[in-house]
């Protein structure tokens, strides 16, 4: 069993930083949890917490039944991977796998059986006899891997591992991860500041901020409904559009005005807003550009949910294109068909998919809906 309970968890620097703030989690035996927010949040902090490599300031963590707090780095039964993959560079591919285990006085046939099978796995076979100065980029990471898996640790900790490699590589790797997440069978805490690595990979994401946990969920649901606005902002390429608007309540009806143009909300979104009081208030209406149309028959057919904009940029990407416009002072960017008319300098009406929007509270940044 190698589920993992976080419970309270701080960190505080001899220098009084406090890194990590009232982390809780509870990590489920073969999930694959992911880390991610901007630079300095507090990822890699709480991930070498894990593995024994920062001391706890605070709280438990346990690994299955056991309480961890302070057992030395080598008996939790974990094995880490880092983005600086550190190989010996005078020893060969075998070597650089085997040798933890020959440390560890494993048997002669034994290192080479798992060996053999880690390389099996991440297809390195032919390259037993090279020395990491003869490899690719995402060869030496591969190995870097193999030197983990050889382990068979119950717990996987990556940090960044991807991120020396080309974009390319780091997408071709992406999915060499995923593929090694089914077959060892194992609980994998992945650290990374890009979302679409932690989209992609993650069964479950923790998006952090100022050392504080924003949200955990799934990667469809931090997309489709984000607890707050950090997380809307930050999950989502390209951006979610976020406007000001004031909140009109008109008996059952609730508008939301953003400089001259009025929206008209729907009634699946009116509640929480009549509910909590928002008349007349500023609230910040979210939209993600997917959800912004140029087709005519849903501007004529949904007037309150029409915004109009000057197209400053239209980036066509092959099968989408990304128009960037204003409206009301806002930044917006629309992602429609390739076969749209509109071009840079065009005055072009929006029709906004209003079952789609989000509404948060402008002062807790929280989400009203
Ligand atoms: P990045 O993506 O840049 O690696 P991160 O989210 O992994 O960022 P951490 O490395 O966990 O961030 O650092 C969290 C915060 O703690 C940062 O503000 C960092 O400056 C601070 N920090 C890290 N190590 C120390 C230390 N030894 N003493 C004091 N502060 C530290």
Redesign the pocket.
Known sequence: MASLSLQHIN?T???G?E??KDFNLEIEDKEFII?V????????????MIAGLEEISGGTLKIGDKVVNDVEPKDRDIAMVFQNYALYPHMTVYDNMAFGLKLRKVPKDQIDKMVKEAARILDLEKLLDRKPKALSGGQRQRVAMGRAIVREPKVFLM??PLSNLDAKLRVQMRTEISKLHERLGATIIY?T?DQTEAMTLGTRIVV?KD?IVQQVDTPQNLYNAPKNLFVAGFIGSPQMNMMDAVCHVKGSEVELVVGGTTIALPASKRKPLIDGGYDGKTVVMGIRPEHVYDDEARIQAFPGSVIEGKITVYELLGAEVYLYFDTEGFPMTARVNPRTTARTGDVVKFSLDLEKIHVFDKETEQVIT
């Open positions: 960190k620097y001899p220098n930083f890194a990590v880390f927010g901007p630079s300095g949040c507090g990822k890699s902090t709480t991930l070498r940090d960044e650290v500041h952090m050392g």
